[in-house]
């Protein structure tokens, strides 16, 4: 049962790309620490805690793995940036593809109940209860580009500017890498003068909804793509509700969620 429960949640494909950018067990020369463990195993034990939204002390046996040492592991690999990497790896196989659509990207925002921890805030739209709010950038056809954690009372023109620049440099099937779209979509909760001006000067198209004139509901055949992408992250149970008292690992665990949706198209295209 271990084997195929791991090998299901870390396919061999998966696992070839993860594996190089792993950090690397280093022992101490005095002895004694952390013994080394099967990453794979243990990588495959953190995607079952994120999928099924488990708690840390409630990982199946089968795994082989103990859960204070996956939970140990999880911090390590994020402190690292494992994460990001893995999401930026998956980007650059669809983009050599040329499977990534850049006519336009979207962005949109979704809350969520926090039980604790940094980066929650009271929800305006949930009797002030304490959350955190989801902040999404996706491509044209809503596989996430970039994504960030705040607290459920910032607003969402706040992370317009970082979501923007934090998209990656993805490799394209011909020439250099790629990181601007052609067009920047979003909301009425997203207009501002200072917004249009910046993406302006950036080359960048906008098309925000005008608060008063347009409907949110003005986007249209493009604003369900971006519903459809955060859909797809919130079929990660870890991320209905936040349990994590650090705001980096809940962070961590929407990062790996957008690395693994972006895998799912990956591996629908190789099969």
Request: charged share 25%; proline share 6%.
């Amino acid at each position: 049962m271990r084997v195929d429960l791991s090998r299901r949640l870390v396919p061999d494909e998966l696992w070839e790309l993860l594996a190089p950018l792993m950090p690397k067990f280093v022992s101490r020369p005095q002895g004694g620490g952390t013994a080394p463990v099967e990453e794979r195993a243990v990588f495959a034990a953190v995607v079952y805690v994120l999928t099924s939204g488990c708690a840390w002390r409630h990982l199946p046996e089968s795994f082989g793995v103990s859960p204070a040492t996956a939970h140990r592991r999880f911090s390590v690999w994020t402190e690292a940036g494992l994460w990001r990497r893995l999401h930026r790896a998956v980007l650059d196989e669809l983009g050599a593809r040329g499977d990534l659509d850049w006519s336009s990207a979207i962005v949109d925002a979704a809350s969520v109940r926090a039980k604790r921890g940094s980066l929650t805030g009271p929800n305006p739209v949930d009797r002030g209860k304490k959350g955190s709010k989801l902040h999404v950038l996706s491509e044209a056809q809503g596989l996430p580009l970039a994504v960030a954690v705040s607290g459920a009372n910032m607003h969402d023109s706040q992370a317009f500017k970082p979501l923007i620049l934090g998209i990656p440099a993805v490799r394209s099937r011909r020439g250099p890498r790629r990181r601007r779209p052609g067009k920047i979509r979003a909301d009425k909760a997203y207009y501002s003068a200072e917004h249009l001006r910046w993406l302006r000067s950036r080359n960048l198209i906008p098309r925000i909804a005008r608060p008063g004139i347009e409907s949110g509901e003005r986007l249209g055949r493009h604003r369900w793509k971006i519903e459809r992408s955060i859909s797809w992250l919130f079929g990660y149970r870890r991320l209905t509700v936040r349990y994590e008292r650090k705001g980096s690992h809940f962070l961590a665990f929407l990062g790996l969620a957008a690395a693994l949706t972006c895998y799912k198209r990956l591996a629908k295209l190789t099969t």
